[in-house]
């Protein structure tokens, strides 16, 4: 199974797989072509005919198309290049045939779909030679045209996506969320370090407290009582020292700061019950927020996956990008994870919203189970 929690998701533009790219090279050409003669004759027509009035059905026939074809190739670059697209939101105008061409022409959608239907057709020229020669070439096909595709998608996401008023509305939406989350995130962290305080340190030392209070009272006249006592309180005060440090540490462990994410990670993996292989390469250093929140998500993970999982082996990579640092955990256990609210899962998805990350897992029944956190480096 599938899912994904995220704060401000970054908008990722995957590559595309050969064929895919190869066949939407080879047949985007004549589609490219049709798009192009049908808009600008559309338009050269409308506009020389538009005293006359003939020419302004003919410019609304033309906007209407223009738009229409934007709306396919939008669904045809998410179908075959992966690129994250979604349809724009339809606003509906309850007026005029005239007041609704108004609309279309005020509307930027309109220019950008017209500009992504000229942009096109000479980067299909050039698509469709390298789409012909990738049949043939092998290593064309496996590494070339991806890229291609690739550079299409980015393209199609700067016209076709949203504006950029859009784009700033969504990201605002996001970080709203991010920001409600990490204050619930650290709320439940606050009340977990009460908790543990209160059941643990605090019952250890008033423990201390009253036999010291008791061996005072005897000093006098027991001192064999008084011995017991003290040995008691020592006893109590080691264990309150013991769990103040372990407390500390699960704040913020001493080896992480001190020897970065890579000798942190290793010691997390020592002591997991199952083999773990960890591989970390994070140069340069990130911020201490991201390798706090990188080094939580791991040994949540692998305690878990210990817990829940029944697998007998797991794997940590993290790597780091120009400005974000990628975990990702796996294990061949039975699968079937999935993000549920008050889940564990969530808890960790919960946990990358601090910095503005985001969590994505894919769980298939049967496994293996691949946990991701794309953690950005800059906020």
């Known amino acids: 199974m599938t899912g994904e929690q995220s704060a401000a998701p970054p908008v990722v533009v995957p590559r595309p797989g050969s064929i895919r790219t190869i066949t939407f090279m080879v047949t985007g050409l004549v589609w490219r072509i049709l798009q192009f003669v049908l808009c600008v004759v559309g338009i050269a027509v409308g506009m020389a005919t538009v005293v006359v009035w003939i020419g302004i059905p003919i410019l609304i026939g033309t906007t209407s198309m223009v738009r229409g074809f934007g709306a396919a190739d939008r669904r045809w670059a998410r179908k075959m290049l992966g690129t994250p697209l979604e349809d724009p939101e339809e606003i509906r105008i ?20 017209l500009a992504y239907i000229v942009a096109t057709l ?4 050039v698509e469709f030679a390298v789409g012909v020669a990738s049949i043939v070439v092998v290593p064309m096909a496996l590494w070339v045209a991806p890229w291609l595709g690739w550079a299409h998608s980015q393209l199609a996401m700067s016209l076709l996506g949203p504006n950029r008023t859009k784009r700033l509305e969504v990201k605002a939406q996001h970080l709203q969320a991010s920001r409600a989350r990490g204050v619930d995130a650290a709320e439940a962290e606050r009340r977990r370090i009460e908790r543990d305080l209160h059941d643990g340190a605090q019952q250890r030392l008033v423990a201390v407290a009253m036999s010291l209070g008791r061996a005072k009272s005897k000093f006098a006249n027991d001192p064999d009582a008084v011995r017991e ?10 264990l309150a020292v013991s769990e103040l440090r372990d407390l500390a540490r699960g704040i913020y462990p001493a080896v992480l700061g001190d020897r970065g994410l890579d000798a942190a990670l290793s010691a997390q993996a ?21 390798e706090t929140t990188a080094y939580f ?16 082996e797991a794997g940590v990579k993290v790597w780091r990008t120009e400005d974000m640092v990628v975990v990702e955990i796996t294990d061949n256990g039975r ?45």
């Open 122 to 125: 000479p980067l299909a020229c």
């Open 94 to 113: 309850e007026s005029s045939l005239l007041r609704r061409w108004q609309f279309q022409l005020t509307d930027p959608r309109t220019w950008r779909d």
């Open 297 to 312: 998500i791991v040994g949540e993970t692998l305690t878990n996956i210990a817990k829940h999982s029944g697998a007998t």
């Open 335 to 379: 699968g079937g994870a999935e993000v549920r609210p008050g889940g564990g899962l969530a808890g960790l998805a919960d946990r990358a919203a601090t910095i503005d990350g985001v969590i994505t897992v894919v769980s298939p029944p049967g496994g293996p189970t691949v946990i991701r956190a794309d953690l950005p480096c800059q906020w």
């Open 229 to 238: 006592l003290i040995d008691e309180a020592h006893t109590d005060a080691k």
């Open 270 to 290: 020592a002591k997991s019950p199952i083999h773990v292989d960890v591989q970390v390469d994070v140069e340069p250093r990130p911020p201490a927020a991201v």
